[in-house]
């Protein structure tokens, strides 16, 4: 099991104590959520902000594109810092060469569904990716409400990746992720879990530790 801080809800003023802090806090991943304004409707950052990021922490940067054809930009978030990136099925138009490319540059492959998207997008490279990320809510923003419907589709990759024998494949679950629904996605079969606004919101150390108990 892992835990992932989305910094999209940390207090940008002062995000490299932020990032200290969870990262002192246990967790494992700190989750970095770029965004286009096309792909998603929000902007975020970019490289920059991940090189300043790379240099306070050792954690995992597990980087989630959410922007239109990744691959232009794959060599870049590498030299950036990037250990895991996750790009959006729905944003590729060459999905198999997107995810081979960032093997390639010696990252984690993911591959995002948004809410509508089916598991079935995924048959046919499912030997060929490190991680499936499930959105539980519509890629843009922090703190949007968990969508239920996602709790199958989580059930039906983690029943893949046994049919299939792959032992290695992380499941990500990622938005709406509170103390109080986090024993769903897991009992689904989650094991990597993202949260934004229940880590930042108020004392992250302590909200991290309380996640981290639900999570054992
Ligand atoms: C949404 C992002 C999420 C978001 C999660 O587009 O991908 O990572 O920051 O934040 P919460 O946990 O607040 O939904
Ligand atoms: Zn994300």
Same mark, same amino acid.
Request: glycine share 6%; aromatic share 6%.
């Given at each position: ?18 990032? @200290? ?23 975020t950052f970019g490289?920059?902000v991940? *090189?300043?990021? &790379? ?12 922007? *239109?054809?990744?691959? &232009? ?16 099925? *729905? ?5 198999? &060469?997107?995810?081979? &490319? ?26 060929? /990716? ?20 996602? /709790?199958?589709?989580? @059930?039906?990759?983690? @029943? /893949? ?48 530790? *309380? ?6």
């Amino acid at each position: 099991m892992k835990l992932a801080a989305s910094v999209l809800s940390a207090d940008f003023s002062k995000l490299g104590d932020q990032v @200290k802090l969870v990262d002192q806090a246990g967790v494992d991943y700190i989750h970095i959520d770029v965004i286009d304004g096309k792909f998603a409707p929000n902007i975020t950052f970019g490289m920059p902000v991940i *090189e300043a990021i &790379r240099k306070v922490t050792d954690k995992p940067l597990d980087v989630h594109l959410m922007i *239109e054809e990744p691959y &232009r930009y794959l060599q870049e978030f590498k030299e950036a810092g990037a250990d895991i990136v996750t790009v959006h099925a *729905e944003a590729c138009t060459h999905l198999h &060469r997107t995810i081979t &490319r960032i093997r390639e540059l010696d990252m984690k492959a993911g591959v995002a569904l948004n809410p509508a998207t089916s598991v079935s997008i995924l048959n046919y490279i499912f030997d060929d /990716i490190d991680l499936a990320l499930v959105m539980s809510v519509n890629p843009g923003f922090s703190g949007q409400t968990f969508i239920p419907s996602v /709790i199958d589709k989580i @059930k039906r990759i983690h @029943k /893949i990746a046994e049919d299939k024998g792959l032992v290695n494949l992380d499941i990500e679950v990622d938005g709406g992720i509170t103390l109080s629904n986090i024993s769903s996605v897991i009992d689904a079969g989650a094991n990597v879990i993202v949260s934004g606004a229940s880590i930042f919101k108020g004392e992250p150390d302590k909200n991290v530790k *309380e996640f981290l108990k639900k999570m054992k």
